[in-house]
C-alpha cells in the first residue's frame, strides 16, 4: 500500500518506554479525559511509578503475575504501567465474568496479587469462607482472600470534583449511580488501591527494565478450541502492533489526538489501539467505565474526538444519538472496527456523517491482536478483512493438506497455498505473534507450526492481495465484539433440568454481531411451554459473562449429529434459518 512501509521495526524494548517518551515531550498535554477528570501524561509517569514501588513493597517481583479486574479507568492504567515498569505480567480480566471463570483464571496463572475495582471483588472470594457467605463453623476459618493480596480500586475516586460531590446527594440517581462504582463494604484485609498508590514513594530511575522478549500480559481466550486459556503476549510483541497499527493510519498527529477509549482494555483490540497506540502517540484518551453513548456525545462536546476504534455495535449507536441530537463528528476524521464484520450500510454512513474514513482490521488475541487492515482512504475494501499489516507474512493453505500432514508427521510446506479466490485456512508469521500459552505446552503446539507460523483456525480467501473471510472452522459467535465458544455454552445449559441434548449456533444479529442461539431437545415427557428463554439464561449466568449467555431459544426434536457423536452445528443453522418452524421459538434482546 502506497506510503506504508513494508517492515516495521519490533522494539526488543519494554512497554513503559512508551509512556516515559510521552511525558519527556509532552509533558503537560492531557493522557487521560475520564468524564471530564484529567490526567496529564507527567502525572500518569508518577503515578505508574508510585504504582510500580508498591507493587513492589507488596512483594511483586519480575515475572510475577498481577491480576487487574475493573473496567477502563485511569487508576486501570495506572496499574498497568506501573506493573510493566517492574517486569511483571498484567494478567487482565473482565470486571464482569462470573465469580467461577475469574477463580479459575486465577488459579491458572498463579497471581498472589489483585487490584480489582470495589464492586468485583466480591467475586474472588474463596467460596468456603464466611465472608463469601458460607456456613458453618470451618468457614470462619477460611481466608476469604485466598492468601492473595488484594487492593481495591474506587471508581468514583477518579470522578470530577463535582461528580463526586453530586453521588454524596440524597437523591434516587447518586444512590443508583453511587451503587455501580463502590461497593457497600470490603472484606477486612483488602487495602485501598487509590490511597496506597497516593502516598507511596517513585521506583527509582535506576531500576532494571524488562526486555522485549519477556512476558507483558495474559490475555484470557479460548484460543481456537475454546478451552480456556491465556495467551502470553511480550513487551515486543505488543510493542510491533502498535507500530504496525500507528504506520498503517500515518495522518496521526503526535501529540495532536483525542482517541475514543470504549473497547475494554481486557479486550486485545482495546489493549493495543487504547494502552499502547494512544500513549505512542501522546495522545489524549477520552475514557469511561462503560459504553454509554450520551457520555460519547457530552464528551465529543468538551473534547472533539479525532480516532476511534470500536465494534459495529458502537458505531451504530452513536450514529443514531449524534443524528436525533444534532451533535457535529466531524472531528472524526479515523474509525477502525475490529473483533466482529460491520453492516457495509453503517459504514457508509459513518463515512458520510463524519467525513473521514472507516476502516475494518482483521486479528485474533494471539496476534496482539492485528494481523490485517482495510487502507485507510479511497482504495479500501469495505467488506474485506484487509492487506496484510507490515512485517506480518500470511499463507492460505489446505487445511486438509495441512493436517494429514501432520497426522503422518511430514515436513509442512506452507509455500503450498490454494488458487486465489479458493478458500484455506490462514496462517500467519510475524513479531505480533503471540509466545504460547501460559502454563499450557499442548495448546500451544496445535496453534503453531515449524518456521513461526500460527494456525488462525479461520478460512479465508485471497483476491487481488486483499484477504475476505470465508468461515470460520473455529465456529465462534462474534457477539458485541466478544468471542463467544459453543462448547462452553452448550456444557452451561446441557445440565439444566429438563434439557436431554443442546446444540448452540450464531445467527445474524446485524450490528450487534451474531445473535446466541441454542437449540435445545427437552426430556422425553415435558411439554412444549416448560422451558423459557429466561430460564435459561437463568441457570447459565452462573458460569457465563453475560454477553454469551443465549439471546434466542430454539426447541427441536434431535440435535444432528455426525458418526462419532459430533454436533453438526452447520446443519442445526441450516435448519433454523429456512424457517422449517421449529416447535418452538423464543427470541431476548
Known sequence: QAGIPAVIEAPDAGLGELLETAAHFYPDRVAIDFLGATTTYRELLEASERAARLLHDAGVRRGDRVALIMPNCPQHVVAVYGALRLGAIVAEHNPLAPAEELRAQLERHGGRVVIAWEKGVDLILDPRSREAGAAGPEADSVDPLGGRTVFSVDLSAALPARLRAALRLPVARARETRASMKADRLPTGVRSWDREVARAPRL??????????????????????????????????????????????????????????????????????????????????????????????????????????????????????????????????????????????????????????????????????????TPMGPTRRLGALGLPFPSTDVRVVDPEALEAALGAGAPVDVDVEVPDGEPGELL??????????????????????????????????????????????????????????????????????????????????????????????????APAGSLTLEDVRSHAERTLPHYALPRRLEIIDEIPRSAIGKVLRRVVREQITRNERPASKQTSR
Open 204 to 373: 527509582p530511575a535506576s531500576w532494571p527494565y524488562p526486555d522485549g522478549g519477556d512476558v507483558a500480559v495474559l490475555l484470557h481466550t479460548g484460543g481456537t478450541t475454546g478451552a480456556p486459556k491465556a495467551a502470553m503476549l511480550t513487551h515486543t510483541n505488543l510493542r510491533a502492533n502498535a507500530n504496525q497499527a500507528i504506520a498503517w493510519v500515518p495522518m496521526l498527529h503526535e501529540g495532536g489526538e483525542n482517541f475514543l477509549s470504549l473497547l475494554p482494555f481486557f479486550h486485545a483490540f482495546g489493549l493495543t489501539f487504547n494502552l499502547f497506540c494512544a500513549v505512542q502517540k501522546a495522545a489524549t484518551q477520552v475514557m469511561m467505565p462503560k459504553f454509554d453513548v450520551a457520555e460519547v456525545l457530552r464528551a465529543q462536546a468538551r473534547r472533539p474526538l479525532t480516532f476511534f476504534v470500536g465494534v459495529p455495535v458502537m458505531f451504530e449507536r452513536i450514529l443514531r444519538a449524534a443524528q436525533e441530537a444534532g451533535t457535529d463528528l466531524r472531528s472524526l476524521r479515523f474509525g477502525v472496527c475490529g473483533a466482529a464484520p460491520m453492516p457495509p450500510a453503517v459504514g457508509a454512513e459513518w463515512e458520510r456523517v463524519t467525513g473521514g474514513f472507516f476502516v475494518e482490521g482483521y486479528g485474533m488475541t494471539e496476534t496482539s491482536p492485528i494481523v490485517a487492515g
Open 428 to 525: 500467519v508469521r510475524g513479531p505480533q505473534v503471540f509466545a504460547g500459552y501460559w502454563g499450557d505446552p499442548e495448546a500451544t503446539a496445535a496453534a503453531m507450526l515449524p518456521g513461526g507460523w500460527l494456525r488462525t483456525g479461520d478460512m479465508v480467501r485471497r483476491e487481488e492481495s486483499f484477504l475476505w473471510m470465508a468461515d470460520r472452522r473455529r465456529e465462534l459467535i462474534l457477539t458485541g465484539g466478544f468471542n463467544v465458544y459453543p462448547s462452553q455454552v452448550e456444557a452451561a445449559i446441557r445440565d439444566m433440568d429438563g434439557i436431554a441434548d443442546a446444540a448452540v449456533i450464531g445467527l445474524d444479529g446485524g450490528a450487534d454481531g451474531e445473535l446466541v442461539c441454542a437449540a435445545v431437545v427437552l426430556d422425553a415427557g
